[in-house]
């Protein structure tokens, strides 16, 4: 290959580090391919579980996307997929071609042709193959080693991206129904509704539709068993954050060296038995709702950084040094007096004053009429 094909393949890596999808990206590296060796049919396959899966292809019948490769019924993929360098193939090889009646421009079996694969591997482990068929023999004898290195880092640079954006798609797409189920499950609890015509009712109601429509923070307080969490679930019910996740934490129930990464989340290894990363409530809820039960109980510790989040949006899980951005609405509940919490030193009067934009008081049943 000249030094213009070299940087062609520079140029190809540029352009597909700015494809935004993982058609657009292998359709670009077969092109590429194709433009650097001259051949009739390039075909990218994925490797899994013992089977090849074509995922792009050019020069062959659009069938081929359909197919399935088990390697050990193909004596030419196998030896590819048995190789740890590109691999050529005779003119004149036995081994029966893969692609035999599926080539665009060539009906019935293959003739003798020049024939190439390239395994591709990450990590030390196979991820797919590249394979070049050309009716011109001796097509790829002159080609530098060089350069197919180059073409099999590239092609399996490429694939190894798309594997992970898949990953990526599949773990948000898990979390999202998560998270859509959980909400559901939450807005159901308990049936739901605010029942009463009392005049404390009715300004219970009217305070509920008033904030509903605002990004306030909302602070509801009254005693145990007055219906604390269900106003909280009806002012989410009645904002512009209804479709979005409501996720509930009892701040009471958590052990204090759990709260941190309860409400913030964490990264592998951040401490004992941190086995992976797990993301936390303010994550979850991003564009959503926080329901912060029993705010009342949190640590000292962990009210500073609660503080931060409400008044910058910037969260720091557990053993990560950048921090992330959340669009998070707060709504708190306690059945404390926290003016005297943080008369006592108890509670921090900055947070305090922060969860108070909106304080609602839920009235004791007894007082309701």
Do not use: W
């Amino acid at each position: 290959m000249s030094l213009n094909s070299h940087h062609l393949l520079v140029e190809v890596a540029l352009d597909l580090a700015n494809s935004l999808n993982t058609g657009d990206r292998f359709d670009r590296l077969l092109g590429s391919i194709r433009k650097a060796i001259a051949c009739d049919a390039v075909v990218l396959l994925g490797f899994r579980d013992g089977m090849l899966t074509p995922l792009a292809m050019q020069g062959l019948s659009s069938d081929v996307l359909g197919r399935r490769f088990l390697i050990a019924e193909h004596p030419r993929l196998q030896r590819i997929c048995d190789s740890n360098k590109p691999l050529l193939f005779a003119n004149d090889c036995d081994l029966p071609d893969p692609y035999d009646g599926l080539l665009v421009s060539q009906l019935g079996n293959l003739p003798i042709h020049s024939c190439m694969g390239l395994p591709l591997y990450s990590d030390n482990q196979l991820i797919g193959v590249v394979t070049l068929d050309s009716f011109k023999p001796y097509a790829f004898d002159d080609i530098e080693l060089k350069t197919l290195e180059l073409i099999t880092a590239l092609s399996a640079a490429t694939l190894k991206t798309a594997l992970e954006f898949k990953k990526l798609e599949l773990s948000a797409h898990h979390a999202q129904e998560v998270v859509k189920e959980l909400t559901q499950e939450a807005l159901l609890k308990d049936g739901g509704e605010i029942i009463g015509q009392s005049p404390v009712m009715q300004t219970l109601k009217n305070n509920i539709e008033l904030v509903s429509g605002s990004n306030f923070t909302v602070l509801i307080t009254g005693e145990t068993g007055v219906g604390k969490e269900l106003v909280a679930r009806k002012i989410h019910q009645l904002s512009d954050r209804k479709t979005a996740p409501l996720v509930y934490l009892n701040c009471a129930s958590l052990p204090e060296s759990l709260v941190e990464s309860e409400l913030f989340g964490h990264t592998k290894g951040a401490f004992t038995g941190a086995d992976k990363a797990r993301a936390g409530k303010f994550q979850l809820a991003n564009g959503g709702t926080l329901f912060l039960d029993e705010v009342g109980e949190l640590p000292l510790s962990t009210q500073s950084k609660l503080l931060r989040v409400l008044q910058s949006g910037e969260i720091q899980p557990v053993g990560q040094d950048k921090v992330e951005h959340v669009d998070v609405r707060i709504i708190a509940a306690t059945n404390r007096n926290l003016e005297k919490e943080v008369e006592n030193e108890q509670f921090r009067s900055d947070l305090y004053h922060r969860l108070m934009v909106y304080p609602i008081h839920l009235p004791s049943l007894k007082d309701r009429g």
